[in-house]
């Protein structure tokens, strides 16, 4: 199970595009609202979400949550007590969290970047709090991965299926799509 945390003021392709391709490869993933099941982007697109994140479920079958960036999408997530609670029972049993755009800076804020290197959109990396920040599109360091903001939704996707199947899966997705390098 993969839950994707959105939350009014979502950037909708950092959080589409990698349903789309986890959906593509048979995973599960449950899109999770912030206070209700309607989310507002940040570019006035809506989505029904699959619950609300008062039903989330934190057990063992728990593979991976994802937080989309955008404004004040990154702010709401941020303010979440239910997804503060899944990034701490991440962080508890070494479960992966990954993290686009201007979200890297939750995991700053909670120190879970001291040590790791890490990527963010440009003026965020300040907040990264003690994190080696490379710059790069897509960062994967241990459970974490970092990507930088909407326009490499795709390639950020693409590390998700590497990382929960594998290179090859990801690699075939990737051309089936046309996602080039």
Known sequence: MIYVFLAEGFEEME???PIDMLRRCGLEVVTAGIGGNAIKGAHGITVL???EDKNIVLDDNLQ???LPGGMPGTVNLEKSEYVQKALSFCIEKNIYIAAICAAPSILGHKNY???KKATCYTGYEPELVDAEVTG???VADGNIITARGAGVSAEFGLKLVEILISEER???LGDSMLCRK
């Open 170 to 172: 990801s690699k075939l």
């Open 136 to 138: 790069e599109a897509v």
């Open 64 to 66: 991976m949550i994802i």
């Open 49 to 51: 979400t699959d619950t």
């Open 15 to 17: 959080a589409i595009a």
């Open 113 to 115: 970047l001291r040590g």
